[in-house]
């Protein structure tokens, strides 16, 4: 059994999570401007609500309230990132995520369930993508073992494990899987979905910047099996 086909995950008791939360929300809400609010949910496609808070002042806000709190162990993560969650206004997601990002050293395999709970819950490309190339990638990256996950993420019927899967070796370079990388863009390069045929070209054109001899190679002998934007995507920096 992947680690993903435990038990869904709880919100373990913390209390640095009560601290955080009560501070974060507390400096969030005072902040809120409902001018920006309306116009920041219809770029995000009315994913979630928003206090309107562009991202600069958002972390600035996060440092003030993370100020003097003491490094998280693995369940002051998990509270945080569920707590937030649990909000509805998307900052406060935006704010678990770079959480995440700063802290993901300090998780086991075992919290790739969090992960995925968060990827599939009020998902969007803005909080999904961090989360494969940043968190779930450094974990992937830890503990090899957790590339079975990685597997059986690719042929989900959601496509957000989906992109998450293709885009976790996103900040690999040298370090890149790269016949995975491939038999996964293979797996899903059918797919209807243009966040799925976006992400292959992404992730195609990152690895690109490290070996584009082997992208191009890759792309000759198989360019026929993917849509258009996949291509374009793959090879913008690098041409034909």
């Known amino acids: 059994m992947t680690v993903t ?47 309107g808070i562009p991202t600069p002042a958002r972390r600035t806000l996060a440092r003030t309230a993370l100020a003097g709190t003491p490094p998280p162990d693995e369940a002051d993560c998990t509270a945080i990132a569920l707590r937030c969650w649990a909000l509805p206004e998307r900052e406060y997601h935006y704010f678990a995520v770079d959480y995440l990002r700063r802290h993901a050293g300090r998780c086991s395999s075992g919290f790739l369930p969090v992960t995925r709970r968060l990827v599939t819950t009020v998902p969007w490309w803005d909080t999904v993508d961090p989360l494969a190339a940043h968190v779930v990638g450094r974990l992937v990256a830890a503990d090899p073992g957790l590339t079975a996950d990685m597997d059986a993420w690719i042929t989900d019927d959601d496509r957000w494990p989906v992109r998450t899967a293709l885009l976790h070796q996103l900040a690999r370079k040298e370090s890149t899987d790269t016949e995975r990388l491939f038999a996964y863009c293979l797996r899903q390069s059918g797919h209807p979905d243009f966040f799925i045929r976006k992400a292959i070209g992404w992730a195609l054109r990152e690895y690109a910047k490290t070996d584009p001899g082997a992208v191009r190679a890759f792309l000759a002998r198989e360019r026929g099996r993917f849509a258009p934007l996949t291509v374009r995507e793959a090879l913008k920096n690098i041409g034909a």
């Open 5 to 51: 086909g435990a038990a869904p995950p709880h919100v373990p008791r913390s209390a640095l999570a009560d601290t955080v939360l009560e501070r974060v929300t507390a400096v969030f809400a005072a902040a809120a401007d409902a001018g920006r609010a309306g116009p920041m949910r219809a770029y995000m496609k009315d994913v979630a609500p928003f206090l």
